[in-house]
T-cell receptor, first 114, second 118 residues
Framework: EAGVTQSPTHLIKTRGQQATLRCSPI?????VYWYQQALGLGLQFLLW???????NRGNFPPRFSGRQFPNYSSELNVNALELEDSALYLC?????????????FGPGTRLTVL | AQKVTQAQTEISVVEKEDVTLDCVYE???????LFWYKQPPSGELVFLIR??????QNEISGRYSWNFQKSTSSFNFTITASQVVDSAVYFC???????????????FGKGTKLTVNP
C-alpha cells in the first residue's frame, strides 16, 4: 500500500513569490495535516483538513492557506514568501477525525526562499 | 496548554550500548495520546509507537521499549543494543482528544539527535 506522497521534493522560490505544495494521503484516509519544520523552531502544526473542511489551524499568518480536494488530496499555499518560510513542510494523513488513528507522514517538501 | 519536553538535545553512544531518550509532557486533558517518531537524515517521520492515556502498560518491540508513567508525565524510549542504523532524530509527540472521538493535532518535542558510532 502506498504511503503519503508529497510533491515537489524541493522547491526554490524568491521572496514575495507564491509556493504551492501538494500531498496525497494514504488510500482510505480522509484527514490531512500539514506541519512546518523550520531550523531551530521544531515541528509546528499548520493546518488540518478532514472531508474537505479546515478543522484546525496553527499559529501562522493568513498567507498560509490550503484546501482539500474531493479525492482527499491537499494543497498548501504560501503567499508573499518570506525568507523565514524556508523549511521542510511535512504532510501527514490519518483515517478520519472520529478515530484515534495514528498520523502517518510523507517525505516532505523542502522549500527554500531566496 | 500542551507541551512536550525532550531535555536531551543530542546523545552519542557506541554501538551495542543501551540508550534511553526522555520525554516529559504536559496536558490538562484526561484523554490523550503519546507518540514516538523517528526522523532519519532523509527527513521522513517514521511512526514508532502510540499509547493512549488509559494504557500504562510498558511495551517492547524488538530492541525498542517504552516506559509510560502517568505519575511523572513521562514516556521514555529505550533502545537496547543500539546499532548504527538507529542514528536519527527522535521526536516525542502528544495529541489530545478532538471531541469527536478522534485525536487532534500533534504537539512535538524539540527532538533528540541520536548518533550511534561503530
Amino acid at each position: 500500500e502506498a504511503g503519503v506522497t508529497q510533491s515537489p521534493t524541493h522547491l526554490i522560490k524568491t521572496r514575495g513569490q507564491q509556493a504551492t505544495l501538494r500531498c496525497s494521503p494514504i488510500s482510505g484516509h480522509t484527514s490531512v495535516y500539514w506541519y512546518q519544520q523550520a531550523l531551530g523552531l521544531g515541528l509546528q502544526f499548520l493546518l488540518w483538513y478532514d472531508e474537505g473542511e479546515e478543522r484546525n489551524r496553527g499559529n501562522f499568518p493568513p498567507r498560509f492557506s490550503g484546501r482539500q480536494f474531493p479525492n482527499y488530496s491537499s494543497e498548501l499555499n504560501v503567499n508573499a514568501l518570506e525568507l523565514e518560510d524556508s523549511a521542510l513542510y511535512l504532510c501527514a494523513s490519518s483515517l478520519d477525525l472520529s478515530t484515534t488513528d495514528t498520523q502517518y507522514f510523507g517525505p516532505g517538501t523542502r522549500l527554500t526562499v531566496l | 496548554a500542551q507541551k512536550v519536553t525532550q531535555a536531551q538535545t543530542e546523545i552519542s553512544v557506541v554501538e551495542k550500548e543501551d540508550v534511553t531518550l526522555d520525554c516529559v509532557y504536559e496536558t490538562r486533558d484526561t484523554t490523550y495520546y503519546l507518540f514516538w517518531y523517528k526522523q532519519p537524515p532523509s527527513g521522513e517521520l517514521v511512526f514508532l509507537i502510540r499509547r493512549n492515556s488509559f494504557d500504562e502498560q510498558n511495551e517492547i518491540s524488538g530492541r525498542y521499549s517504552w516506559n509510560f508513567q502517568k505519575s511523572t508525565s513521562s514516556f521514555n524510549f529505550t533502545i537496547t543494543a543500539s546499532q548504527v542504523v538507529d542514528s536519527a532524530v527522535y521526536f516525542c509527540a502528544l495529541s489530545e482528544a478532538n471531541g469527536e472521538g478522534g485525536s487532534e493535532k500533534l504537539v512535538f518535542g524539540k527532538g533528540t539527535k541520536l548518533t550511534v558510532n561503530p
